[in-house]
């Protein structure tokens, strides 16, 4: 009588598993695809791509990179954001480094960079904001300083070495994501020099001392261009970042920067409501809509 | 509108909707769970599936059912999964199935679904084909989810009822759930996600050349109908790696508060059907004012945290935004964060391990309270009353009395269900992160220092509490961290449901007692007080020495 009442149990459940599977895991998928045939559904249930003279371009939900084959940025166009994936939606990842991601591992000079293996370097999240920044500042034509950032784009970051360990007087300073030859971004560190930083060496006796420097509070480049996105296929870019993008854009298409700018306010789409999401624009939309002009 | 204001007001309307969600679906709810009659639909399942739906079940025989039908779930998404490839491969992959899912992905995957956690050590879209996706995962999605309301329904049974040792049918509480309030809700929601942009297709999507000439291949898939589940559900596995973030899964700012209602609808709406079946809505408005109560704050402190912005990085970059998609922005992030952690959905649209220190405790604290502000779909009600049921006895033990909560005597049997429902997530949690270190298997997480341990914390507490989202940094697709989480999985949902229905039993056996002048009410701002605070003191005591080597070190 156990036995049975055990098997009959366990007979339930796999056809309950069946029947399932075909109601929930067939029968809804299915029907809902037939519902999203319908017209006004079937474009956005299909990817909403975007066809130019009946060729697909893109899709107005996917973002995309706008810089050449060596992945330059170009001039024409308003760029994206930082991605993880570079736009590629069959490999959709986010950074996942941390808000104290500060300190690079520097990268062993015998090695070739540009090799497909590469020189085992790793930038921590500070350092790819600095570098970023930097780039962008430079595109723009405007200042890429931010805090806790030195002038060559990398993390101000010092490792301090005390004479009683985590205190006492320091001892030794090195600015570990500045590797060698640089020329470390404060010359002294309570009156010690301070060092660059050497592939290989274990400097993980020392405290781990950003250096936040005299950079403003506000960069003239916007937090969004300096980040990456958690999708890596974020469509939008803030407001500011359109706006600090226009000059270079309307310059490169000898185009007036008012007109420019009339095409991103087009292409803002606010807040929902009002108050759901934030305002941002879409930089596909936005390029298209130059093409066509 | 300053980001601020405008996020505060998207917290209040959401509010605002589940309130009324809380009156309506619950009522819906309790009538489909009360119901005497039986659908054709529904009957013609029972006679397949060879079960008597008017024959109810001990607790005894109704925790065989859900083991027996969770076990068979397993073994069939375990099989589905190492199968996908031999009909309708689409994607075509180039990597075989041996190169993609490795035995041990397909148990944790396999048991990571079926306890409604949605762990993923996978990236979806480079792994399951969409067949497995919609036919294995997606209808998990469903079932778990209607699993973990049964097994509500069933406590709250024990509570109502008296001298009787029967406690419903499962198979006929899992069908209905599954067919009169999951599946309607699901049908609505995907056609609204549809009309966002959620993607809905059987193919393999769209190669374009992008205006600068580079190729890029954009997925198709049915995605769609898997979204709303995996929220509706409180579920969290995603079609694609990054999940809710994605474009093609939460489009706009508008299905992103879609997205975070459906997660909190069906949590929040319970315990109406716990008032109503016990005969008193008050008792129902008392755990929705302790889920409230300390959803609100933690929804609040993680905005906080994170539009303050502390931090070396993100002061660097003048923002949190590392991690997070304009549309949504810090403050609707921050709010989803909370509310997938808060329940035990694990969905993310941003993410967490880019968060601040603080910020990125919150999802931590929320999923380490064990997931009762609302909690996950059931797990939240039963959670939530197993806490209530404590704290009657902490209130009995000051002034001297015999406790009982909603007309049952708490005894000794019913505390030791109880207490032993409580203990089993922080032992997961606690042995699985010092096992972690012990055999240098954290040494897989990304980030170093504290951060990395939290990484490590933060892995154990997802899995053990069946949530399913990570500080993803860390890489757990290796043998040890996919049959450590499984295991953590397992034992975090089934051993407590065990408990759960033990306790229904032994409650629904007694008389019911009637309120004298030393009963506790159980329905004044004392009571829910009282709650409030022994789901944080236990939370604190417990977890304190773990927070403060990770996240609060980082942070503070």
């Known amino acids: 009588m156990r036995t049975t009442g055990w098997i009959s149990q366990h007979l339930a459940a796999v056809r309950a598993v069946l029947v399932f599977t075909v109601l929930l895991g067939l029968g809804y998928p299915l029907a809902l695809t037939g519902v999203a045939q319908l017209p006004g559904l079937r474009d956005k249930a299909d990817g909403s791509v975007v066809e130019v003279d009946g060729r697909p371009v893109g899709s107005s939900l996917i973002g995309q990179s706008f810089t050449d084959a060596d992945g330059n940025p170009v001039a024409k166009y308003f760029q994206s954001r930082p991605s993880a994936s570079g736009y590629d939606p069959g490999a959709t990842a986010a950074s996942n480094l941390g808000p104290e991601s500060i300190e690079d591992t520097l990268g062993d000079p015998a090695l070739d960079p540009d090799s497909a293996a590469g020189d085992g370097s790793r930038q921590a999240l500070l350092t790819q904001v600095c570098a970023r920044s930097k780039a962008v500042g430079e595109l723009e034509g405007v200042s890429g300083a931010r805090p806790y950032c030195t002038p060559d784009g990398v993390g101000a970051v010092l490792r301090v070495f005390y004479s009683d360990g985590l205190s006492g007087r320091v001892t030794r300073a090195v600015s570990v994501n500045q590797a060698c030859p640089a020329t470390p971004f404060t010359a002294t560190y309570e009156g010690v020099r301070v060092e660059c930083g050497r592939f290989g060496e274990d400097y993980g006796k020392g405290v781990l001392v950003p250096v936040r420097g005299d950079a403003p509070e506000t960069s003239p480049v916007p937090a969004d261009a300096v980040t990456a996105s958690g999708s890596s296929l974020?469509?939008?870019?803030?407001?500011?970042?359109?706006?600090?993008?226009?000059?270079?854009?309307?310059?490169?298409?000898?185009?007036?920067?008012?007109?420019?700018?009339?095409?991103?306010?087009?292409?803002?789409?606010?807040?929902?409501?009002?108050?759901?999401?934030e305002p941002g624009v879409n930089v596909l939309e936005l390029n298209l809509a130059l093409d066509r002009r | 509108m300053t980001t601020a204001t405008a996020g505060v007001l998207f917290i209040l309307s959401l509010l605002?909707?589940?309130?009324?969600?809380?009156?309506?679906?619950?009522?819906?709810?309790?009538?489909v769970v009360a119901a005497e009659h039986h659908g054709r639909v529904e009957r013609g399942i029972y006679r397949v599936l060879g079960v008597d739906p008017h024959a109810e079940q001990s607790w005894?025989?109704?925790?065989?059912?859900?083991?027996?039908?969770?076990?068979?779930?397993?073994?069939?998404?375990?099989?589905f999964l190492r199968l996908q490839d031999v009909v309708f491969k689409v994607p075509d992959f180039a990597a075989?199935?041996?190169?993609?899912?490795?035995?041990?992905?397909?148990?944790?995957?396999?048991?990571?679904?079926?306890?409604?956690?949605?762990?993923?050590?996978y990236s979806g879209e480079s792994t399951m084909t969409h067949l497995v996706q919609m036919a294995g995962l997606a209808v998990q999605n469903f079932v778990s989810?209607?699993?973990?309301?049964?097994?509500?329904?069933?406590?709250?049974?024990?509570?109502?009822?008296?001298?009787?040792?029967?406690?419903?049918?499962f198979w006929v509480d899992l069908t209905r759930i599954t067919l009169r309030i999951l599946l309607p809700i699901a049908v609505?929601?995907?056609?609204?996600?549809?009309?966002?942009?959620?993607?809905?297709?059987?193919?393999?999507?769209?190669?374009?050349?992008?205006?600068?000439g580079a190729e890029q291949h954009l997925t198709g898939g049915p995605v769609a109908g898997q979204e709303v589940i995996k929220e509706l559900g409180t579920n969290g596995g995603g079609f694609y790696n990054v999940n809710s973030a994605h474009p093609f899964e939460n489009p706009t700012a508008w299905t992103n508060w879609l997205e975070i209602f459906l997660i909190l609808c069906i949590p929040f709406a319970l315990p109406r059907v716990f008032g109503r079946m016990v005969g008193d809505n008050r008792q129902g408005y008392a755990i929705l004012a302790v889920m409230a109560t300390i959803a609100i704050a933690s929804i609040a402190l993680t905005n906080v945290f994170e539009l303050g912005g502390a931090g070396t990085v993100?002061?660097?970059?003048?923002?949190?935004?590392?991690?997070?998609?304009?549309?949504?922005?810090?403050?609707?992030?921050?709010?989803?964060?909370?509310?997938?952690?808060?329940?035990?959905?694990?969905?993310?649209?941003?993410?967490?391990?880019?968060?601040?220190?603080?910020?990125?405790?919150?999802?931590?604290?929320n999923m380490m309270l064990g997931e009762v502000a609302p909690g996950g779909v059931g797990s939240g009600l039963y959670g939530m009353l197993i806490l209530a049921v404590l704290t009657v006895f902490v209130a009995g033990l000051m002034v001297g009395r015999t406790p009982e909560y909603v007309g049952k005597k708490i005894g000794a049997r019913e505390i030791k269900f109880a207490s032993l429902y409580f203990l089993i997530t922080p032992t997961l949690v606690l042995i699985g992160v010092a096992a972690a270190m012990a055999t240098g298997n954290w040494r897989t997480q990304l980030n170093v220092g504290p951060h990395g341990f939290?990484?490590?914390?933060?892995?154990?507490?997802?899995?053990?509490?069946?949530?399913?989202?990570?500080?993803?940094?860390?890489?757990?697709?290796?043998?040890?961290?996919?049959?450590?989480?499984?295991?953590?999985?397992?034992?975090?949902r089934f051993l407590p449901i065990v408990f759960v229905l033990g306790l229904a039993g032994s409650l629904a056996g007694q008389s019911p007692v009637p309120a004298s002048a030393g009963t506790l009410p159980t329905h004044k701002p004392l009571f829910i007080g009282m709650v409030v605070g022994v789901v944080v003191i236990l939370v604190a005591l417990t977890f304190l020495p773990a927070l403060a080597l990770g996240p609060l070190a980082e942070g503070l």
């Not at chain 1, 292409?267 to 409501?273: A, I, M, N």
């Not at chain 2, 699993?147 to 009822?161: D, S």
């Not at chain 2, 968060?355 to 931590?364: E, F, S």
């Open chain 2, 188 to 212: 609505v929601g995907a056609v609204l996600l549809i009309a966002g942009g959620v993607v809905q297709s059987l193919g393999d999507g769209t190669a374009v050349t992008t205006l600068t």
């Open chain 2, 96 to 121: 075989t199935i041996d190169e993609r899912v490795f035995p041990h992905l397909a148990w944790n995957t396999a048991v990571s679904f079926v306890t409604n956690t949605n762990w993923q050590a």
């Open chain 2, 314 to 365: 993100p002061q660097a970059a003048g923002a949190a935004m590392e991690g997070k998609d304009v549309r949504f922005g810090l403050s609707d992030s921050a709010t989803f964060a909370a509310a997938t952690t808060l329940t035990s959905t694990g969905a993310v649209n941003s993410f967490h391990d880019s968060y601040t220190a603080l910020g990125g405790m919150m999802p931590i604290v």
């Open chain 2, 454 to 492: 939290s990484e490590v914390v933060y892995a154990f507490t997802s899995a053990a509490n069946n949530n399913g989202s990570a500080f993803a940094g860390i890489t757990v697709n290796t043998p040890w961290w996919d049959t450590a989480t499984g295991l953590a999985m397992l034992l975090g």
């Open chain 1, 234 to 277: 974020d469509p939008h870019i803030s407001v500011e970042y359109a706006r600090l993008q226009a000059r270079r854009v309307a310059a490169a298409r000898s185009l007036p920067v008012e007109q420019v700018d009339a095409l991103i306010d087009e292409h803002t789409t606010g807040r929902v409501l009002g108050f759901i999401g």
């Open chain 2, 145 to 169: 989810a209607a699993v973990g309301i049964a097994v509500a329904v069933a406590l709250v049974r024990g509570f109502a009822r008296r001298r009787t040792d029967r406690l419903g049918n």
């Open chain 2, 60 to 79: 005894g025989g109704y925790a065989r059912s859900v083991l027996a039908f969770s076990l068979i779930s397993i073994l069939f998404l375990y099989a």
């Open chain 2, 16 to 31: 605002a909707a589940l309130a009324v969600a809380y009156r309506y679906l619950g009522d819906h709810m309790f009538r």
